[in-house]
């Protein structure tokens, strides 16, 4: 007898076709089943995303409750803005972290790529240019610790805290090396495009074009990857769950640009999405497209479930692993420009050690596995929101930086805990 709906020949690994955590859009046959799919999975313990979503309403109740200015649109708009370089060093992470690894390096891999861009931009070179080098230069390095972790076999734990002790140590050779540059350890940013990062806005009209028009577009791949599954003959989502998807991003697009629009300035006009957000909107959507439709990104979530079953597979885990810590500097590089443009300036005092735990408390608090093998480039938005929220709240109140970091390290093992309680529970059944 011949079945029905059978899924097409591919040259993917047969241990790859199998997919017992298909998310629950593509078991269901209409909303009904969809929501008792997830009220199921919820109660079984795979709760996804809702645990740090419950927790940042939690945490964003209690601090409006605490200081009445928290949800002001201007405190809004500059939390997203200062929370980019911690959401983008996040995501950097999370390319690592679905193999099981991590790269400690990265805080000061963005450091190091920050003061070649200044450096650069100090001599006269264009902005593009520098821009360039430096996210070259950052992905050079990701890929030499790749290269030393998969090659050799050695953990990354070990080869990226050397990389971290190492380019703490660069930073302070190439500031001293800009000579009058650095001007007291500290090269400032005097660059207009690159400022504009974190300080530029679009206008309102602008902005409310370009946020319905990103809502429109993402809805519309939605849309379109449905029906690329039902012609290829696959399972798809039910039309439903897609509305309910897309109408859920356009409302958040909405609210969004009317939080950016109102005015948060005081002695003059500011209205308007800052830069910033809208990059962090771009690399989440071309990193999310890179993890999760691409042979990349599913040989990387292979590799973190079961290196020797992907081995066996026939995935060339030296390659695949290189690349994700190529990826990993190439991000961290840019996240090194934001930070620079946040700051006004990079120093010898830039604290790379703090930064890039900040981002992996950003992944591992948005849902992504530190055992690898699960986790979204979306996780490390939303952690980075909790993180900054934390931040942004605790200095509201007027409580020390020793309070912030401690906040943040319990929401740190907390999200661990629930990590690591979360798949054991999985295991067992």
């Keep these: 007898m011949t079945s029905v709906n059978q899924e097409p020949a591919s040259s993917e690994p047969a241990e790859l076709m199998t997919t017992p955590d298909a998310s629950a859009d593509l078991l269901a046959n209409s909303f009904g089943d969809y929501l008792r799919i997830v009220s199921r999975r919820v109660r079984s313990g795979e709760s996804g995303a809702l645990p740090v979503i419950a927790g940042l309403i939690v945490i964003v109740i209690i601090f409006q409750v605490k200081n009445s200015l928290f949800l002001s649109a201007g405190n809004l708009v500059n939390l997203m803005a200062q929370s980019a370089f911690i959401i983008t060093l996040g995501m950097a992470e999370v390319f690592v972290l679905l193999l099981g690894d991590i790269d400690l390096a990265a805080g000061f891999t963005a450091g190091c790529g920050a003061v070649i861009a200044l450096w650069m931009l100090a001599l006269g070179d264009p902005w593009w240019a520098s821009v360039i080098v430096a996210l070259l230069a950052c992905a050079a390095y990701g890929a030499l610790q790749g290269i030393i972790v998969a090659k050799l076999g050695l953990p990354s734990f070990v080869v990226t805290l050397a990389g971290q002790l190492g380019l703490a140590g660069v930073l302070l050779f190439l500031i001293d090396s800009t000579g009058s540059i650095g001007v007291g350890g500290v090269i400032s940013l005097h660059n207009s495009i690159i400022n504009d990062i974190e300080y530029g806005a679009l206008n309102p009209t602008a902005t409310w074009i370009v946020m319905i028009a990103v809502a429109l577009a993402t809805a519309a791949f939605l849309f379109y990857g449905s029906l690329r599954r039902k012609s290829a003959g696959l399972v798809a989502p039910p039309v439903s769950v897609t509305l309910l998807k897309g109408g859920a991003i356009l409302v958040a697009a909405i609210i969004i640009a009317a939080i950016a629009n109102q005015n948060r300035g005081r002695a003059i006009v500011l209205e308007g999405m800052p830069w910033s957000v809208l990059l962090v909107l771009a690399l989440l959507f071309i990193y999310t497209v890179l993890i999760g439709r691409t042979r990349f990104g599913r040989y990387l979530y292979a590799i973190g479930g079961n290196a020797e079953a992907a081995r066996r597979a026939g995935i060339s885990i030296v390659r695949i692993r290189t690349f994700a810590f190529t990826l990993c500097g190439l991000t961290a590089g840019l996240t090194g420009i934001i930070y620079a443009s946040y700051l006004g300036s990079i120093s010898t005092g830039v604290d790379g050690g703090t930064n890039v735990l900040d981002a992996i408390a950003a992944a591992v608090i948005g849902g992504t596995s530190l ?43 907390a999200a661990v805990m629930v990590d690591r309680i979360t798949r054991r529970g999985s295991t067992a059944r």
Excluded: C, D, H, P
């Design 371 to 413: 055992f690898g093998g699960r986790g979204k480039m979306l996780n490390a938005v939303l952690g980075g929101l909790v993180v900054g929220v934390i931040y942004n709240g605790l200095e509201l109140l007027g409580l020390s930086a020793a309070a912030q970091e401690m906040w943040t390290a319990l929401v740190l093992l």
